[in-house]
């Protein structure tokens, strides 16, 4: 029997380059995400391409029926996840915590921690059931410092770091790997959703440097995945080679 990876926001970025490298490695995959047109088309890809099963669930991580819900009504088979990545996350807006969006943090809230926590909470249930399981939770640099009008997602991804020490010592006397990834500038729909569709002021995030894509992030996820099973790599912070801090990179 094939193992399974459960990767949440899937239709794009590092959750969509996640689900090309677990099917390559032959994983039968359950991917999540609000656009269903997009998730479907990313099924019906890796189905065609690695002959893979894919149960592609379209919903909002915010929705806690929602998510319970859909999650419950999968088939016992597809229960037994082997791998989870928390993936699903967005930033929204950039602003002095005075002139801040209450929607947009929000926004963040839910999907960043609130979010996660319903999906995990299912999920490591099934993998105390089934005696094992790699939860590997998406974090960012913006979980290990904090930088100008990066208040409300900094905390939400400082609240992920805190969470995935939390889980791993609640789920060590179940041999439950959990692990996260801090990236730091990943080109992906990232900043056109931070800046909420303007893709000229998106595009300036990554000029004159090289920024990780979002291949390289799931290509590190694989690399943590596939350790030996008494390994648990614990946290991993990953930057583009001209970056140093979040708010240093060396621009040409
Ligand atoms: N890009 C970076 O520089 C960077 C750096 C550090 C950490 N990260 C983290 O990496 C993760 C992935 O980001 P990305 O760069 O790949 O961004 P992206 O290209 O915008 O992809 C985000 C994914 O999350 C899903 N998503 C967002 N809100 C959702 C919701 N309410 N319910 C269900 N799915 C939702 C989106 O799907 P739908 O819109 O279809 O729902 C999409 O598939 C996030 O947690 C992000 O915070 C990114």
Redesign the pocket.
């Known amino acids: 029997m094939s193992k399974i990876a459960l990767i949440?926001?899937?239709?794009?970025?590092?959750?969509?380059?996640c689900a090309h490298v677990f099917a390559r490695e032959g994983y039968n995959l359950i991917l999540?995400?609000?656009?269903e047109d997009?998730?479907n088309k990313v099924a019906s890809y890796l189905n065609d391409k690695y002959n893979v099963e894919v149960t592609a669930m379209s919903?909002?991580?915010?929705n806690r029926a929602e998510v319970i819900e859909n999650l419950n009504e999968l088939p016992a088979e597809w229960k037994n996840v082997d791998v989870l990545v928390n993936?699903?996350?967005?930033?929204q807006g950039l602003d002095p915590i005075q002139k801040g969006d209450i929607d947009d943090w929000e926004?963040m809230i839910?999907?960043?921690i609130k979010?996660l926590l319903y999906v995990s909470k299912v999920v490591s249930n099934w993998m105390i059931d089934n005696g094992k399981g790699h939860i590997i939770n998406?974090?960012?640099?913006?979980g290990k410092e904090v930088y100008p009008n990066g208040n409300v997602?900094c905390a939400t991804?400082h609240a992920v770091d805190a969470l995935n020490k939390g889980m791993r010592a609640d789920l060590l006397p179940f041999g439950i790997r959990v692990t996260a990834v801090?990236?730091?500038?990943?080109?992906?729909?990232?900043?056109?959703?931070r800046f909420k569709g303007d893709r000229e002021r998106a595009k300036k995030v990554y000029d004159g440097f090289e920024?990780?894509i979002?291949q390289d992030?799931a290509e590190t996820i694989w690399f943590v995945a596939s350790r030996p099973a008494h390994v648990n790599i614990n946290d991993l912070v990953i930057m583009p080679t001209a970056q140093a801090t979040a708010t240093n990179i060396f621009r040409h």
């Open positions: 949440t926001g899937a239709t794009a970025g590092i959750g969509e380059a999540t995400g609000r656009r997009r998730l919903f909002d991580v915010r993936n699903a996350g967005l930033s926004t839910d999907t960043n979010g998406l974090g960012s640099i913006a997602y991804k801090h990236p730091g500038a990943v080109e992906t729909e990232f900043s056109e959703v920024p990780l979002a992030i």
